[in-house]
């Protein structure tokens, strides 16, 4: 009978802390990824001269040198 308490006993005690507290996740700590970008600009080395060449041929284009048909009273 001693034999049969002293393992009632153990396995007694080894059962309960084995059961203490139940499963627990892990808890894993992310750091969060920073990407440092440049915020999307015009270029304004190109759209300048664009927009001087546009000019240009607008300019050219508007002019109205065009004398056959007109009468010069001068």
């Known amino acids: ?23 627990v996740a892990p808890v894993v700590d992310v750091e969060p990824v920073v990407i440092d970008q440049k915020p999307a600009s015009s ?16 300019a050219v284009a508007s002019d109205n040198n065009d004398n056959k048909n007109s009468t010069n009273t001068n």
Do not use: E, R
């Open 1 to 23: 009978m001693t034999k049969f308490a002293t393992f009632a006993l153990a396995l007694g005690l080894t059962a309960s802390t084995a059961l203490a507290g139940g499963y």
């Open 43 to 58: 270029n304004a080395g190109l759209v300048v001269p664009a927009l001087l060449l546009l000019g240009v041929i607008a």
